[in-house]
């Protein structure tokens, strides 16, 4: 073990580097907004600009058109395994700019606090792995590489994680720190998402004489009831994860015809479903319910259809796996204190990695847990500091030991 004590003596992290890196990405407003003009793109740019003053060689991934991932190898120069360091670089809408005491894209400090939409989800995540990451290799040769990631549109479909797959460089990959915020805790489960589209399908009329129509919004509202019984079974039957909660089917849109007016029946309206999930839920089992309650709501003269926008599964791994534990030690070294043990209430590009290529995940990052998406988002300066400690001495447990296992 003297060459991890020697490995760990030696990791020191750039702080203001850390800090500046965070200003820099929060002040380019990588909204995904084509309309205006605003993608993933510009941060991206900065990102592999940062990585080639290290001496890296990034790799530019085109996703979509102004969405490019960004991907570098760090070779360790000894055999052992690989660990992947992933963050996402776009961002959620500011909203309305005067509601915010800050420019949403100022990166200002101040009472020790880094403010700006992204600050906490997640650029300073993104700041923290790579600068640990650079860390890591200046400790010099060490077992396996280290993979750092930057991927687009985790916002939205995750489009970035699910190229970063499909592209194959997912293979090989041992385990994965993604580095959300979450508050000081070690996320050892994160929730699964299914969003799921229902039409009904009736026969427009005027409001005055609805004999002469089908109405399809009765017919989504008995659906509506039935989604609620079936919640409900749902959760007694899954239960109350401990790091999780409850399952939850939730209906969040609801839209009429095109034609829809006041004093018009519409012909069709459709609804949509934001279903969270935890690990012992089997997704193919919930979709057929759901599909028999579509069958069961429907009529003789409106028919409803569904349609499954996005898959994801919940993920969990033991507290005891090795990079679950390399993180646990680091945070104690760091801190001085045990992290608590915790879940991803919604999902992360983490999902995609477990699905798809089977890759162990685990989620820590900087930033509070509950301040994404938020007016005046902000991440604490010695929250992102001691994260960055905390990725590298992660990473240089993880490498090592996994690397003895394997000599």
């Known amino acids: 073990m003297n060459a991890l004590t020697d490995a760990i003596e030696s990791l020191t992290i750039d702080e203001a580097q850390v800090i500046d890196l965070t200003q820099r990405l929060v002040r380019i407003p990588s909204v995904f907004r084509p309309e205006d003009g605003l993608s993933e793109a510009p941060v991206a740019e900065l990102v592999a600009e940062q990585m080639r003053t290290f001496g890296w060689e990034p790799k530019i991934d085109e996703v979509a058109p102004g969405r490019p991932n960004v991907v570098s190898v760090i070779e360790g120069g000894l ?12 961002v959620v809408t500011e909203g309305d700019r005067s509601k915010w005491t ?21 650029k300073g995540g993104v700041a923290a792995m790579i600068c640990a990451a650079q860390a890591v290799r200046r400790t010099g040769p060490f077992p396996g590489r280290i993979i750092v990631a930057a991927l687009v549109d985790e916002e939205g479909l995750m489009l970035g994680a699910k190229h970063f797959v499909a592209r194959g460089h997912a293979e090989g990959i041992d385990a994965a720190i993604i580095c959300e915020p979450e508050g000081g805790e070690v996320c050892v489960a994160q929730k699964g998402a299914i969003r799921v589209r229902v039409e009904a399908v009736g026969r427009m009329a005027h409001g005055a004489m609805p004999e002469h129509g089908a109405n399809p919004v009765p017919v989504l509202a008995s659906f509506v009831k039935r989604v609620g019984e079936l919640q ?90 090795p990079v679950v534990q390399a993180l646990v030690e680091a945070h104690e070294e760091v801190t001085g204190q045990a992290p608590s043990f915790g879940g991803v209430p919604g999902t992360t590009d983490g999902t995609i990695l477990w699905r798809d290529a089977q890759i162990p995940i685990v989620v820590y990052g900087p930033g509070g847990k509950w301040i994404a998406h938020q007016v005046d988002e902000f991440v604490e300066v010695s929250d992102l500091i001691e994260s960055a400690k905390v990725f590298a001495g992660a990473a240089i447990r993880f490498l090592h030991w996994e690397g003895e296992k394997r000599q």
């Open 79 to 90: 055999p052992g395994p690989t660990l992947l360091f992933e963050g996402h670089t776009d």
């Open 102 to 122: 800050r420019d949403p894209f100022g990166g200002e400090v101040e009472g020790g606090r880094l403010y700006g939409r992204g600050s906490a989800d997640m």
């Open 232 to 321: 409900l079974d749902l959760q007694q039957t899954a239960g109350s994860h401990p790091h999780l909660g409850l399952p939850y089917i939730t209906p969040t849109v609801f839209r009429g015809g095109e034609l829809a007016q006041l004093n018009v029946i519409p012909g069709r309206a459709e609804l949509a479903l934001d279903i969270r999930t935890v690990p012992a839920i089997d997704h193919s089992k919930l979709l057929a319910s759901i599909e028999d309650e579509v069958e069961a709501a429907s009529t003789g003269e409106v028919r409803l259809s569904m349609e499954i926008i996005d898959d994801r599964p919940a993920s969990e791994i033991p507290e005891d796996a």
